[in-house]
């Protein structure tokens, strides 16, 4: 083969490996997670595993319902997250963990990829949906996030729900805290990702922190780029797992970044964060991502992740342990 037929081989190849790996637009996709971790599924009754099935197959259902009625992605993310923050099975809003001196600390953001808008909260305890305070700060405010007891008056003073701190106890999660204070604390997060029938993207995401910590510790989840993060250009990311890892490598704008400047996929891009940076330093967890094409990528280091997804193609699914 001479040198110039060379020349053109190699050029057709590096062609034919820039072009879009994810031509195919589906109208509509959606992905939702309840947290993850190093779960051992005999640990769980079938009692369990049915009921956590069904919180995620019940938000999934919202959200899919939504957006074939055409609902545009911020709002569905929102809707979504607001039904997981009511179930007190997940981490979020009413199933929030204890702190070490038993309150609720709760974190929540949104994020909407049309014009890189973004919202967040941190360490509410009087906020009954959190992830509505976000949207609050997003769409009313000139910040991107707010804490404490400065989120909460501004709540109140926009209408959002409140509620008594009380509102926030269940008895299993007092049980944790009692356990925990003996041993090592527990993570976990709510969150949702949307492509709507517009082509627009959308990432919420919502938490009740770690439990048994200390000192106003915040997690990924309100830091935008880390746990939250949605562009139009790449993709929506909701991430759950071992914060302060999560925060390190700025997971959620990475997997962004990784489509956006080098043209991997979805699926590369979260398996090569995931899997790679964050395996390598022992943050353990997962993100659920969609990108512009509508593909859906639920990737994770750990043993489990409560997890649904669905898309206009029919490809629909719930699910609970790695499979």
Not at 46 to 57: F, H, S, V
Not at 136 to 163: C, D, F, R, T, W
């Amino acid at each position: 083969m001479n040198y110039t037929l060379k020349l053109l081989l190699l050029f057709l190849i590096v062609l034919s490996g820039c072009q879009t790996k994810e031509p195919v637009k589906k109208e509509w996709a959606i992905a939702l997670h309840g947290g993850a971790g190093n779960m051992d599924k005999s640990q769980f009754s079938e009692e369990d595993i049915r009921l956590y099935e069904a919180g995620l197959q019940q938000a999934l259902d919202l959200g899919k319902n939504a957006l074939k009625d055409g609902k545009a992605a911020v709002d569905v993310v929102e809707l979504v997250v607001q039904n997981l923050e009511d179930n007190p099975l997940f981490n979020a809003g009413k199933g929030s963990v204890f702190t070490n001196d038993g309150r609720n600390e709760l974190d929540a953001a949104i994020m909407d990829g049309r014009n890189l808008n973004a919202g967040a909260v941190a360490g509410v305890g009087d906020i009954k949906n959190p992830v509505s305070a976000a949207r609050l700060v997003m769409e009313k405010s000139p910040h991107v996030l707010l804490i404490g007891k400065g989120a909460s008056v501004y709540a109140l003073q926009n209408n959002i729900e409140m509620v008594d701190s009380s509102y926030f106890y269940t008895e299993k999660r007092w049980q944790t805290l009692q356990r925990a204070l003996q041993n090592a604390g527990k993570n976990g997060t709510v969150g949702c990702v949307a492509l709507d029938s517009e082509g627009n993207l959308a990432a919420a995401t919502s938490t009740g922190g770690m439990n048994n910590k200390r000192y106003g510790r915040v997690g990924d989840v309100p830091i935008i780029g880390a746990g939250t993060y949605a562009n139009n250009n790449t993709c929506a990311v909701s991430a759950t797992g071992h914060g302060e890892f999560f925060i390190r490598y700025t997971v959620a704008h990475d997997i962004s970044a990784l489509i956006e400047y080098k043209g991997y996929t979805i699926a590369e891009a979260a398996t090569a964060v995931v899997n790679g940076k964050l395996s390598n330093e022992a943050g353990n967890g997962g993100v659920i991502g969609v990108n512009k094409y509508g593909n859906v990528t639920l990737a994770m280091n750990s043993t489990g992740m409560f997890r649904a997804w669905a898309d206009a193609n029919g490809d629909e699914g719930v699910a609970i342990f790695k499979e």
